[in-house]
């Protein structure tokens, strides 16, 4: 029998853990979110961190946003087969290779810092923490023929 377990973690804490290993298994359907979808996910995003378009009435140590489950099951190759939550998950992917295009262009210390930490959400790291640009996090098995 399998073993369930429920963890309540940020979204670094979820992309950044070295054994996160994601797979997206044959068996889901391919990513279909719009414009429209990655949009809303945005807004919402948006809204919660910037609250009535103001940073300084953010308040990390209170307010939690919750994005949904991520449902994900280890397989024998130790992969994170993901069950539920693909669409958002994906989506959070491509939104962290954005800005990490994006800081990727800046030169200042705090936009090398947030470049530093968006590459190891994206990239499988090494024993010493260094991403390798050559291999994702996020793997699919999913066709799109």
Do not use: H
């Amino acid at each position: 029998m399998s073993k369930l377990n429920i963890d309540q973690q940020t979204i670094k804490e979820l992309f950044a853990n070295k054994r996160s290993d994601f797979l997206i298994p044959d068996y889901q359907r391919p990513y279909a979110w719009g414009e429209d979808e990655c949009q809303t996910l945005w807004d919402d995003i948006f809204a919660f961190a910037f609250p009535e378009n103001d940073y300084s009435k953010f308040n990390s140590d209170d307010d939690e946003y919750f994005l949904g489950p991520i449902v994900t099951f280890k397989n024998t190759q130790n992969k994170l087969e993901i069950i539920d939550g693909q669409q958002r998950l994906t989506t959070l992917m491509l939104l962290l290779r954005a800005f990490f295009s994006k800081f990727g262009n800046m030169k200042d210390a705090n936009a090398v810092s947030t470049s530093d930490d968006i590459a190891k959400c994206i990239w499988k790291t090494d024993e010493f923490g260094n991403p390798d640009k050559n291999k994702l996090k996020i793997d699919s098995e999913v066709s799109t023929d």
